[in-house]
């Protein structure tokens, strides 16, 4: 190891001025590079990053929220009738038109669907649960190829509320 150093060593005063000057300069140059990209730039990215992380945070952590208060509300309310629940789901599978049909088989129901958008699906589940009730057990929905790109069809089956 001694050999090896006292070699670099020669190598190093074999060396003019001007080209010792270089190497050290280039030594600078790419240990500051290091400092920068190692010790600097991780931590000023992060507190740039911070603020746009922290509000999409607690944009998220608001919706948990308000829908942990929707469960709490929806635990709260009294039970429906069958029959009352039955002509909610009836009416919200109504604005759906012909593209789907809801059928009772026993103590669930089951709703047939085709090409129905992703938003009115949404807003159909959201009707169901609000306002009959219902929970939903299973759902099999496959998208819709060519023109209707973007709807589904499928089957969902429902639990409705034991009065």
């Known amino acids: 190891m001694n050999a090896r150093l006292q070699t670099l060593r020669a190598a190093w005063r074999g060396r003019d001025a001007r080209e010792r000057r270089l190497v050290l300069l280039a030594a600078w ?24 992380r922290l509000d999409r945070l607690q944009a998220q ?16 309310s009294p039970p429906l009738p069958r029959a ?9 599978t109504a604005r759906l038109g012909e593209r789907a049909r809801l059928t009772e ?5 089951v709703l047939t ?32 190829p060519g023109p209707a790109a973007g709807r589904f069809a499928g089957s969902l089956v429902l639990s409705l509320p034991s009065p």
């Open 29 to 52: 140059v790419l240990g500051l590079y290091l400092l920068w990209a190692l010790a600097l730039q991780p931590p000023l990215r992060t507190l740039r990053e911070a603020p746009t």
């Open 61 to 76: 952590l608001q919706r948990m929220q308000d829908e942990a208060a929707e469960a709490e509300q929806l635990r709260a």
């Open 84 to 92: 009352q629940a039955l002509a909610a789901l009836q009416a919200a």
């Open 105 to 109: 088989q026993g103590d669930r129901v």
């Open 113 to 144: 669907l085709g090409g129905v958008s992703g938003e009115e699906l949404r807003d159909w589940l959201a009707d169901a649960r609000v306002g009959a009730r219902a929970r939903a057990i299973e759902l099999r929905l496959a998208p819709q």
